[in-house]
Nanobody, 120 residues
Framework: QVQLVESGGGLVQAGGSLRLSCTAS????????MGWYRQAPGKQRELVAS???????NYAGSVKGRFAISRDNAKNTVYLQMNSLKPEDTAVYYC??????????????WGQGTQVTVSS
């Protein structure tokens, strides 16, 4: 079973930066997209950023221009660089990978989540 392990969360002051990492325990064949979601207390999980297999990116309007998603295929790792952090960015951030192959069908993988807290 593939595991996604996240790291890089923590406590930072408003205006600061953090970089989240998500590493898969092994190569996932047939990746459609990789992304980051977040869930704040009392709110639904929302998409923050995603990257397709071809490298096209998509960002939530609230983070556009501040966050950047990237990947290192050789390391089976996807990153989320977060700059100019705001208190409203406080949430648990989850890594997500969607894949599809003829053999496995459609699969979705989630990380365990990493807490990001931005103080004002």
């Amino acid at each position: 079973q593939v595991q996604l392990v996240e790291s890089g969360g923590g406590l930072v002051q408003a205006g600061g930066s953090l970089r989240l990492s998500c590493t898969a325990s092994r190569t996932i064949p047939g990746i459609n997209s990789m992304g980051w979601y977040r869930q704040a207390p009392g709110k639904q999980r929302e998409l923050v950023a995603s990257m397709s297999s071809r490298g096209s990116t998509n960002y939530a309007g609230s983070v556009k221009g501040r966050f950047a998603i990237s990947r290192d295929n050789a390391k089976n790792t996807v990153y989320l660089q977060m700059n100019s952090l705001k208190p409203e960015d406080t949430a648990v951030y989850y890594c997500n990978v969607d894949s599809v192959t003829v053999i496995t069908g459609t699969r979705t993988f989630w990380g365990q989540g990493t807490q990001v807290t931005v103080s004002s």
